[in-house]
Every structure is written in structure tokens, then in C-alpha cells.
């Protein structure tokens, strides 16, 4: 990492697949009877897992060069795992078999790393027991995770908080209910689920926050093509706009605008940062071409953005600690629950270079002043690959070597960071 310093970066990359996506072209295929395609996947620690337990249950996957195949015989013959399945780092995955298994009716226990046996599951169990799930977690809130076979019924469920996993595994509990499911959310979510549902011939309706799913139709195979992760090309965006003499295109990534909150944020800021919509029948894609740019503004972002740029949010406080005025993020409470809280993480990290902030339960401000690059400070990842990729942002931009106590994280979402970083250098 440390060759990246005293560099400038300049060049075209393609960021690794949408990892939403990924999980959930996994499953869909899995519940499918025949055989789906999934072109450009994310191959990464978390999609992996997915991956692992759909085999479990019956499904049959190979993978080609650029290319993942299924092969299914489809719902009704899928099976309970034979063994305890193991969700590693993914709340993703985590959350969405609960509603997958459960809608099954399969029995099965689960149970991840350290972190995911910390994060919540009753915001997830709690829906599903109204369906008639039955599900045991550890003191009623943590994995390892039981679930038993039990017939689901279909119901109208107002959804708390915003969470495109807890909405994803009623829908997928939805699919083999009987009657009909519907959700509803006060702020819009990733639709993936969504979309990826329709096009494998779910009977799905959604308006204005609603969204209902008509349990007992079988789904049909569909070819998927994975476009590239938003939430990943966020760390090169943010490095170009931070790095003076830098310009850098990231090609097919997802502009899906339940996700791209973070070009709102960009275009707030005044950020040189330009978007090349590209043709597409599903998904929306584009490219991205971000520049150096020395003067930028302050954000003030709560509410119904929050959603559509949750993951974006550690790379975001660091843009923040390069504007000359102040930054705040609200009603952000949510990253107290990711793979670490993500409020404290970049608060605790980041201070360590003097940016100053003031920490609230629902977020921070970042209050404007000097950064103090201070060389070879013994900095922490959590094992957290959002907070690892943004503090190597930050040592490039600063030029600031660090000491990360363990990087490997980043191979949760994208393993090919630093080498992608690696070839974009000028002086390389
Ligand atoms: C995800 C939804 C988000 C996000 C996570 C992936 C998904 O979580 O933070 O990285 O694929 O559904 P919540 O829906 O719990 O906010």
C-alpha cells in the first residue's frame, strides 16, 4: 500500500459487481427451476457465503472465467441443510436466508463471525413470527440462528426502520406464503430485490412506498448481468476528487437511484464529477469520471437520502474533512449496526489526524480545520472493509503512511482494491 504514496492517479477501472445484486441473483436462481447465468458476479468473502449455503439446499453452482452458473430443480425440491450453515461477515446473507428457509419451510441453524453474531436479527425474526415462521435466536436477538419448518401466511407489514435486508426477507418468505405480503417503508430502500423478482416472474407490485407479493408462483430462470458496485466505486470517486492531478473513470456501475445517494452528495459539494448514462433494459448503469477538485462545499443530508447512501457514508466523512465548511449527516443511527458502528469507528480513527467532529447518536458533524497528517499512527479496521478502504484513501490523499492493525477485510467486498488503485498510478 505504502508504493501508493506521493502518487497521482489517472485511467479507467471497473469496479467489481453490485454485491446486492450478487446475493440475491444466488437465491432467485436457486429458488428458479433450470438454469440462470449470472455474468460479472462479485467474487468476494460475502458472495461466497451465499453461495456455500444455496449449495447446501440443492442447488448446483459452477463457476466460468467471467460467469456463474445454477442449476436448480427449483423450490419445491430444494432441502434443509444437512449441517449448520455459516453466514461469515454478511449481514446480507444473514438476513435474507431467514426469510428464504422460513418461506422454504426447511430447517436450519446458521451463525457468522464475530461481528455478525453481534448484529441484530429480531428486526428480521419479528416479521417472519407474524407470518407463522418459527425462529429461535441467541437471547432473542443474536445468531446462531434456528429456524423450523412451519407454513407461512401472508401479511401488511409496516416497516420500522429502513432496511433493504429486513424488506428482501419478507418478500423472499412472501414468494411461497399463502396470500398475499405486502411491505411498506417510510423512506425508499435498494430496490434490488424488487427488480430482480419481477424479472423472474414473481407476481410483485410496487407504488409509493407499497410493495405486495403474491405467495405460491413458481419463478423461471433469467439471465442476470451483474453491473459494477456503486458502494466500491465510491473509495476511487473519492480518491480522484481528493487527489490533485487525478481524473478517474469507473465504467458499468450501478446508478440505480435507490443507490447513488453519494452523487447527490458529490454534486452538493461541487465536486468535478461526470455521469455517462448508458443504455439498459434492467438495472440502471453508467459511467463515472471523477477530478480533482480543490474547493469544496459542505452537505447537510438526513431523511430519505440516508438509505440510498448508507454504505457511503465512512468515504463520506472523509470528503467531509476536506470541505472548508461544515459537514452533517442525521438520522444515520443505523451505522451504529453494521459490521462495526461506523459512527465511532471513523470518529475514533479519523481524530486521530486532527479532523475534528462532534459525534451525535445519529451521526456527526465534521467541523472544518487542519489536517494533521501524522506519519506511522497505528490506526484500527474493525475488520470492517468500508472503514479499512476509507482510511487507505486517506493515507493516499495525505500521502500519510498508517498502520493498519488488518486489511484483510477489504476482501469482503473488493478484493482488488489496492491493485486496482496500483494501475492507475501515473508514475507507476
Ligand atoms: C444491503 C442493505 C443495507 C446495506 C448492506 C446491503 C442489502 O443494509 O447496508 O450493505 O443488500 O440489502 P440495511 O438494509 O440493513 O440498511
Redesign the pocket.
Known amino acids: 500500500m505504502k508504493q501508493l504514496l506521493n502518487s497521482t492517479f489517472e485511467g479507467t477501472i471497473k469496479v467489481p459487481g453490485d454485491?446486492?445484486i450478487t446475493?440475491r441473483s444466488l437465491m432467485l436462481s436457486t429458488l428458479a427451476d433450470g438454469r440462470t447465468e449470472i455474468h460479472q458476479p462479485l467474487r468476494s468473502e460475502d458472495t461466497y457465503r451465499t453461495m456455500e449455503i444455496m449449495r447446501a439446499i440443492g442447488a448446483e453452482i459452477t463457476e466460468e472465467d467471467d460467469k456463474w452458473i445454477v442449476e436448480s430443480k427449483g423450490h419445491a425440491n430444494l432441502h434443509s441443510p444437512k449441517e449448520p450453515l455459516y453466514t461469515g461477515n454478511s449481514?446480507?446473507t444473514s438476513r435474507l436466508i431467514m426469510g428464504l428457509l422460513a418461506g422454504l419451510g426447511l430447517n436450519a441453524e446458521f451463525s457468522g463471525d464475530a461481528s455478525i453474531n453481534k448484529r441484530p436479527m429480531d428486526r428480521v425474526q419479528k416479521p417472519l413470527l407474524e407470518m407463522g415462521a418459527e425462529i429461535k435466536l441467541k437471547d432473542e436477538k443474536y445468531p446462531p440462528v434456528h429456524i423450523f419448518p412451519s407454513p407461512l401466511k401472508g401479511i401488511d407489514y409496516n416497516m420500522p426502520v429502513a432496511?433493504?435486508?429486513?424488506k428482501?426477507a419478507i418478500l423472499l418468505a412472501g414468494l411461497f406464503a399463502e396470500g398475499t405480503t405486502t411491505v411498506r417503508e417510510s423512506s425508499p430502500?435498494?430496490n434490488h430485490s424488487e427488480i430482480m423478482m419481477k424479472q423472474f416472474g414473481a407476481k410483485l407490485e410496487t407504488g409509493d412506498g407499497v410493495i405486495s407479493i403474491e405467495g405460491g408462483n413458481a419463478l423461471t430462470p433469467s439471465e442476470v448481468i451483474v453491473p459494477g458496485d456503486i458502494s466500491s466505486a465510491a473509495f476511487p470517486i473519492v480518491l480522484a476528487v481528493l487527489k490533485p492531478g487525478t481524473t478517474i473513470t469507473i465504467k458499468n456501475v450501478s446508478l440505480n437511484p435507490t443507490r447513488s445517494g453519494i452523487l447527490e452528495v458529490l454534486e452538493m459539494m461541487g465536486a468535478n464529477v461526470d455521469i455517462e448514462e448508458l443504455p439498459s433494459d434492467g438495472e440502471a448503469i453508467g459511467n463515472i469520471t471523477a477530478s480533482y477538485t480543490p474547493e469544496l462545499r459542505g452537505f447537510n443530508i438526513s431523511g430519505e437520502i440516508i438509505?440510498r447512501l448508507?454504505?457511503e457514508i465512512p468515504i463520506l466523512a472523509l470528503l467531509a474533512a476536506y470541505s472548508n465548511e461544515s459537514c452533517t449527516v442525521s438520522d444515520a443511527e443505523?451505522l451504529r449496526f453494521?459490521e462495526t458502528d461506523r459512527i465511532r469507528a471513523v470518529v475514533d480513527e479519523l481524530s486521530k489526524f486532527g479532523i475534528e467532529f462532534e459525534e451525535k447518536e445519529d451521526g456527526f458533524t465534521v467541523i472544518p480545520g487542519e489536517i494533521d497528517p501524522k506519519p506511522d499512527i497505528d490506526v484500527k479496521g474493525y475488520h470492517d472493509h468500508r472503514i479499512i478502504m476509507m482510511l487507505i484513501v486517506f493515507s493516499v490523499v495525505s500521502n500519510t503512511p498508517i498502520n493498519i492493525d488488518d486489511s484483510s477485510a477489504i476482501d469482503i467486498s473488493y478484493p482488488g482494491f489496492i491493485n486496482d488503485l496500483e494501475s492507475l498510478r501515473k508514475d507507476a
Request: no cysteine; net charge positive.
Open positions: 454485491k446486492s446475493h449481514g446480507t432496511s433493504a435486508q429486513v428482501s430502500s435498494r438509505p448508507i454504505d443505523e453494521k
